[in-house]
Structures are given as structure tokens and as C-alpha cells.
């Protein structure tokens, strides 16, 4: 698949306070696509990470991402 990964939060309601704040900041982007919430854990934190899908291909996840980060949020596209 298609998709890229931005940093959230780290607790329930932080990431979920945080989510609809990027909902809101990037509602134009968001439009038609897949969010999904990860929790990693990194050995000494837990982060957690959104996940963006539903990308037609690699030039749409670069424009996002390129988007994203004009906002200041990290972006990294993923490629599978």
C-alpha cells in the first residue's frame, strides 16, 4: 500500500484531542482517506503514530507530505 506517517501524541486523550486537530488543520488533505492510530514502543517511550492511507500512488503521498511539513508536522512517506 500506499501511505505516509506523521508523529501524534502520547496518551489516549492527547492523541485523540490531537487527531481531530489535524482533522481540522488539514480537512482539504484528509478528504477520502484511511486514519489509523499506532502505538510503538521505542524501549524507553511509547509514541504513537497516524497513519494516512488511500493514496492513489507515490506522487500523492509526496504532495501530502510536502503539504504536512510546510505546517510543521513531520511526514514520511512509506512505501509497500
Known amino acids: 500500500s500506499t501511505h505516509c506517517i506523521s508523529s501524534a501524541a502520547s496518551d489516549v486523550y492527547k492523541r485523540q484531542v490531537q ?15 484511511d486514519l489509523l492510530i499506532e502505538e510503538e514502543n521505542d524501549g524507553s517511550n511509547i509514541i504513537y503514530i497516524l497513519r494516512v492511507e488511500s493514496f492513489e500512488n507515490i506522487n500523492d503521498v509526496e504532495n501530502f507530505c510536502f503539504e504536512i511539513r510546510k505546517q510543521g508536522t513531520v511526514c514520511t512517506p512509506v512505501f509497500k
Not at 487527531?19 to 477520502?32: A, G, H
Open 19 to 33: 487527531l481531530q486537530n489535524i482533522k481540522k488543520v488539514y480537512s482539504n488533505l484528509l478528504l477520502d482517506k
